[in-house]
């Protein structure tokens, strides 16, 4: 899918107790960080923000309740790869590899370039009147295993199961292949167990961003993670491993193999022992990381495995 302009899109906020009283553009630019103070100024200039479905230039005092509206103008999404492949369709459970580079939901300058919206044209071209709808979700540039569902009951039970096998209730593996810097301490075949806490940490482009809990970290908020770690193959520098989460937590995979000094190769963020690149955003790519295998997934007392071809680079040398 080539680089393309859409129609743009409204945004909704409405105003808390906690907002409420504050002037209108530092609301916005203090929620929403991704823009500056001064561009939020050029959007109200321009015409861009409502307030209660009415334009306004001014930058007036908010009162709980009042709706904010952003309408932001058409822009150009990059180009995409289409080409996931079909993994499992039973008319309900709808299973794909998903491809590197293809975002899964709107979100970081995406808006119709994502699989959600792939399988949404997708249905209507077939006239379905149910279209498969991700249970979760991978990075971008993560390729592999999507679980999607039509039924919304089928989506609840698996959201469900997902977030049980989080706490221990379920056996759930979801298991992944990646290639990462060398590390002397990984064994053939020895599991390294990595269980450090992630938290949000200060970020100039980003103001925060999720990395491992530190002194730097903002306190208010920590997530248990908990991640094992077998190295399969050495790669001239590298290491091909497999990763096997027990939480789904941001980033988890990125940030827990930089933790203990293998981070993905090439990846732009998360540089060794939890080091961020002040240059980059999470968004971005140059890693090597796939969702390969998803065993003891039970619905209706049916037992699923499924597993997601790797790109050859992430396969053993003798498999190649």
């Known amino acids: 899918m080539p680089a393309k302009l859409n129609n743009g899109w409204r945004y909704n906020l409405t105003i808390n107790q906690n907002d409420a009283g504050k002037k209108l553009l530092s609301t916005l630019s203090s929620l929403y960080t991704h823009s500056t103070l001064k561009t939020w100024r050029r959007r109200l200039e321009d015409g861009e923000i409502l307030i209660n479905k009415h334009s306004t230039n001014n930058n007036l005092v908010l009162k709980l309740g009042d709706v904010i509206t952003w309408e932001r103008p058409p822009w150009e999404e990059p180009g995409v790869p289409t080409n996931f492949k079909i993994l499992f369709d039973d008319g309900d459970l ?13 979100g970081g300058g995406f808006l119709k370039h994502t699989l959600t919206e792939l399988l949404n044209d997708q249905a209507r071209k077939c006239k379905q009147q149910e279209s498969p709808k991700p249970i979760h979700r991978l990075g971008r540039f993560t390729s592999g295993l999507i679980l999607c569902a039509r039924k919304k009951e089928t989506r609840e039970i698996l959201s469900k199961m997902m977030r049980k096998c989080s706490s221990g209730k379920y056996h ?17 075949d020895k599991i390294l167990a990595i269980e450090t806490p992630i ?3 200060y970020h100039p482009l980003m103001n925060k961003v999720w990395n491992t809990y530190s002194h730097y970290s903002f306190r208010q908020k920590i997530l248990r993670a908990s991640s094992s770690v ?3 193959e050495r790669k001239k ?3 091909l491993i497999e990763v096997t989460i027990k939480t789904g937590r941001p980033h988890q995979i990125r940030i827990h193999l930089a933790s203990i000094g293998t981070p993905l190769k090439g990846d732009p963020l998360y540089g060794k022992y939890g080091k961020l690149s002040p240059f980059s955003t999470p968004g971005e790519g140059g890693y090597l990381l796939h969702a390969h295998k998803l065993k003891n997934l039970i619905i209706n007392d049916k037992e699923y495995y499924f597993e997601a071809d790797p790109p050859k680079i992430l396969k053993p040398t003798n498999e190649t």
């Not at 709808?94 to 709107?106: A, C, D, E, W």
């Not at 292949?177 to 064994?187: D, G, K, P, Q, T």
């Open 230 to 232: 077998r190295l399969i």
């Open 94 to 106: 709808f299973v794909i590899n998903k491809p590197s580079g293809l975002p899964v939901t709107p």
């Open 237 to 239: 520098s590298l290491d």
């Open 199 to 201: 938290a949000m940490e």
């Open 172 to 188: 759930l593996e979801k298991k992944y292949l990646a290639l990462a810097l060398r590390n002397h301490s990984l064994e053939k």
